[in-house]
């Protein structure tokens, strides 16, 4: 079954870019009825959607976020990542990955499978 | 301040029945359907309800979902101490072309 997994650096300085990628397993990245997204969760808070990607590159970013992120697709590597610029203490969180499915009305839908999380801590 | 509003405590005694609402506009749970996930302590959100009222494979049917114009709700009956968890909803936002999560209700059971 798919597999989803989040790799990259788990301490970033302040004003640097995060970036992350993470690696899908055990289907393809470039099904037609999928989105990939990223989800983050900051200590002890909730969950807050990054954005989403197709394969062909398409992209929905979160609007309070998108001045800062840029999510990419890599489908001969069966990958895709994000990187979040500008980084302060405030994006210290979980980040997730996700397969996400896109509904017949174009809209993004459910997200499943995720990943385990990765914690990215910003910290000089 | 999330988009969608959930309460964010609520419990229940095992075997009870207990259910978490959801509300939101005209332009996400309005429009849209509603999913919901379950994150256990420590460990990745999982989905447990998908469009409005579908269980993936292996979800027990203990829990059910429906939604009625703007608002959402998680019902878990017979509950049970593996029940206790954090539950979110979400929906696509029409007006912010995104997707929009609840705050999230931790479900203790007592």
């Known amino acids: 079954q798919l597999q989803l997994q989040e790799s990259g650096p788990g301490l970033v300085k302040p004003s640097e870019t995060l970036s992350l990628t993470c690696t899908v397993s055990?289907?393809?990245?470039?099904?037609?009825?999928?989105?990939w997204g990223w989800i983050r969760q900051p200590p002890g808070k909730g969950l807050e959607w990054i954005g989403s990607?197709?394969?062909?590159?398409?992209?929905y970013y979160n609007p309070s976020l998108k001045s800062r992120v840029t999510i990419s697709v890599d489908t001969s590597k069966n990958q895709f990542s994000l990187k979040l610029s500008s980084v302060t203490a405030a994006d210290t969180a979980v980040y997730y990955c996700?397969?996400?499915?896109?509904?017949?009305?174009?809209?993004?839908?459910?997200?499943?499978?995720w990943g385990q999380g990765t914690l990215v801590t910003v910290s000089s | 301040q999330s988009v969608l509003t959930q309460p964010p405590s609520a419990s229940g005694t095992p075997g009870q029945r207990v259910t978490i609402s959801c509300s939101g506009s005209?332009?996400?749970?309005?429009?849209?359907?509603v999913n919901w996930y379950q994150q256990l302590p420590g460990t990745a959100p999982k989905l447990l309800i998908y469009?409005?009222?579908q269980r993936p494979s292996g979800v027990p049917d203990r829990f059910s979902g429906s939604k009625s114009g703007t608002s959402a709700s998680l019902a878990i009956s017979g509950l049970q101490s593996e029940d206790e968890a954090d539950y979110y909803c979400?929906?696509?936002?029409?007006?912010?072309?995104?997707?929009?999560f609840g705050g999230g209700t931790k479900l203790t059971v007592l």
């Open positions: 469009s409005n009222n």
């Open positions: 990607i197709y394969y062909s590159g398409s992209t």
């Open positions: 005209s332009s996400n749970i309005g429009s849209n359907t």
């Open positions: 979400a929906a696509w936002d029409d007006s912010l072309a995104g997707e929009v």
């Open positions: 996700a397969s996400v499915y896109s509904s017949p009305r174009g809209v993004l839908d459910w997200f499943d499978p």
């Open positions: 055990g289907g393809s990245i470039s099904s037609s009825s999928y989105y």
